[in-house]
């Protein structure tokens, strides 16, 4: 190709899907039963790995991360008139559960040392059409727990936890999924575990359980009727379809019993990256991600380039390389969606910086030593213009 552009074979993609070893032998046998929708013996299987991991009430298995977010919603009877805070630095779906309900979304502003909200502003926010706060561990990095669940104590309201990034992190007396009444995991292949996609519903309220299989099965009891607790199913309340197919589940199965293998070897590519990029950031006046306690999900590994011209100007450098690197979030609250679905109490300058200042380096399972030191060389060759 010329130019010292690297050829695709050599690129270091930024991301890759963990494969695991018994994937496909358990989606053969989901084939040759007579069992592929949802709620089979491998949901029931990952649904029990994921309490094990998480300490959670209960698990219900969804179609995603999103879909879980908006059976949350629903659950706590958001709708319109209420207001929902959440961080601006966050995935949409966290904001779309709100919108969809005719609720507010209510933004407030990050922690720049973690890119999790920012206890202080939540609780500023709180006000008397607030229903529950939203927050989102970012890469696993658990966000202030008891901060969040003394604003939360205070005020009466429930937290939702979007735990995409943190399955089966734990956090001094707590775990990752089991803080709030509600939380969220995704099982996107871009997620640590995966089944390309799904995701799962937690429940840490016993009171929430049989509402929410009764909206899981279209509105119908038909949960308690197949563990033999009435004799007919009827539509009960309305609902939606919100069961994961079992062919998924298969593959979800199989990813759960890998999940120390697939943390060991990214937390050994986020260990190099910490390690080997430290004195490079030190002279250029970056900064690394460095989560408090060290607890992290080595879901990510993030930089923050000392501008925000030295953000694109990195990504493009590593390009060149053959390295694909990424930023991250646009904040919400700016957004399209954002302006018409939600307000904000100021503007949220940090979310905004940490936007336009993060680089994420390729992570994945998997990652060759090769690969690992192609990218921090190829950061270390990076000079600010
Ligand atoms: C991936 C992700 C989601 C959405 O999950 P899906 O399973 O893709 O719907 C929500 N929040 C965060 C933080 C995510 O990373």
């Not at 100007?313 to 930023?327: E, H, T």
């Amino acid at each position: 190709m010329g130019d010292g552009v690297a050829v695709a074979s050599d690129i270091v993609p930024f991301s890759r899907p963990y494969r695991s070893e018994d994937e496909l032998a358990n989606v053969a046998r989901v084939l040759a039963s007579d069992h592929s929708h949802g709620d089979g013996p491998f949901t029931r299987r990952a649904s029990e790995k994921i309490v094990t991991l998480t300490t959670a009430g209960h698990v219900l298995l969804t179609p995603s991360g999103t879909h879980s977010l908006e059976m949350a919603s629903s659950l706590l009877g958001i709708g319109r008139g209420d207001e929902v805070i959440l961080p601006s630095f966050t995935f949409p779906s966290a904001a779309d559960a709100v919108a969809r309900t005719g609720a507010t979304c209510v933004f407030v502003d990050i922690d720049p040392s973690t890119g999790n909200i920012d206890a202080n502003q939540a609780s500023e926010a709180v006000g008397p059409r607030t229903r529950a706060i939203s927050v989102m561990h970012y890469g696993g990095v658990p966000v202030d727990i008891e901060s969040m669940l003394s604003i939360a104590r205070e005020h009466g309201l429930p937290i939702i936890e979007d735990n995409a990034h943190g399955l089966g992190v734990r956090a001094g007396a707590h775990t990752l999924g089991s803080v709030g009444v509600l939380a969220a995991q995704s099982f996107h292949d871009t997620k640590n575990v995966h089944c390309g996609e799904g995701g799962a519903l937690l429940i840490n309220d016993p009171a929430l359980v049989e509402r929410a299989e009764i909206m899981r099965e279209k509105g119908t009891n038909r949960s308690q009727y197949l563990r033999g607790q009435v004799d007919k199913y009827r539509w009960v309340d309305w609902g939606s379809s919100y069961l994961m197919s079992e062919i998924s589940a298969a593959v979800l199965d199989a990813q759960l019993s890998e999940i120390g293998e697939i943390q060991h070897q990214r937390v050994s590519v986020w260990d190099r990256y910490a390690l080997e990029l430290d004195e490079w950031a030190d002279a250029l006046g970056a900064r690394l991600m460095s989560p408090p306690l060290g607890i992290h999900a080595a879901h990510l590994f993030y930089l923050v380039m000392p501008t925000w011209a030295s953000q694109t100007d990195l990504i493009a450098s590593l390009r060149l390389a053959g390295v694909i690197a990424s930023f991250h979030y646009v904040p919400l609250d700016s957004s399209p969606a954002g302006l018409r679905y939600g307000r904000t109490l100021g503007s949220l300058d940090v979310s905004e910086d940490f936007s336009r200042r993060i680089v994420r380096l390729p992570l994945w399972p998997g990652m060759s030593e090769d690969q690992v030191s192609r990218v921090i060389d190829a950061v270390r060759a990076f000079q600010l213009l």
